[in-house]
């Protein structure tokens, strides 16, 4: 079956632009987060959703940051007026529940280049 | 920022050799997980421990959550050229889960 996607696979933008990162989490998946991985590191926790809310946003660096889950299905990333330290890989993962461990899958990343 | 102190940064072995990667913390986790992430692609899960002391082995692959429930170490044991990738410990309290900055393996064959 298919896993979790992520568009676009890369991203370039200019400083101070706005940019959004969408992700499909696999069908009947409950659970979503959002990762942000720099060069060299491992990912960095930054939201996490249950259903259409978001659960958990201690992760976020600051209010240019902001995430959405509508439908409790696809969710897309916001990031307004881009900085250059906002470079990175954007991981997107799902899973089937949260209060016990299920194993969280991870999408392929979008790479986020801000010149 | 990372909480997990992962060593070694990276490793540079034989087709055949053992190899050992561990993880400290100063937070205790309710769950030590290692995942496995290659080029362009998202981190893959290879064992979940769920128990202090816990020992789970998943082919050549052996991992130990620790007693004190702040550290735990994966052994690979007659790596192949397919080992070669950035290895990630992980810890998982109540809410959210801390990555270390990766172990770079790489098998020359």
């Known amino acids: 079956g298919a896993g979790v996607s992520q568009t676009p696979s890369n991203k370039v933008t200019e400083k101070g632009k706005y940019v959004e990162l969408r992700c499909d989490p696999i069908?009947?998946?409950?659970?979503l987060y959002w990762y942000r991985q720099s060069l060299g590191q491992g990912p960095e926790f930054l939201i996490y959703?249950?259903?259409?809310?978001?659960?958990?946003d201690s992760g976020l660096p600051n209010d240019r940051f902001f995430a959405v889950r509508p439908e409790g299905s696809v969710s897309t990333l916001k990031i307004q007026r881009t900085e250059r330290g906002d470079s990175a890989v954007y991981l997107c993962a799902s899973s089937s529940a949260r209060d016990s461990y299920n194993e969280q899958f991870f999408g392929p990343g979008t790479r986020l280049t801000v010149l | 920022g990372q909480q997990l102190n992962q060593s070694p940064q990276s490793m540079f072995i034989q087709e055949g050799e053992d190899v050992s990667m561990n993880c400290t913390s100063s937070s205790i986790f309710n769950t030590w997980l290692w995942y496995k992430q290659e080029p362009g692609e998202g981190p893959v899960l290879l064992i979940a421990l769920y128990k202090a002391g816990e020992l789970t082995s998943n082919g050549r692959l052996t991992a130990q959550f620790g007693i004190t429930r702040k550290d735990s170490f994966l052994n690979i044991s007659a790596s192949i050229p397919s080992d070669v990738g950035i290895y990630f410990c992980a810890g998982q309290g109540n809410n959210d889960m801390r990555f270390g900055a990766g172990t770079r393996l790489t098998v020359k064959p």
């Open positions: 069908s009947g998946h409950t659970a």
């Open positions: 959703f249950q259903g259409t809310g978001a659960a958990d």
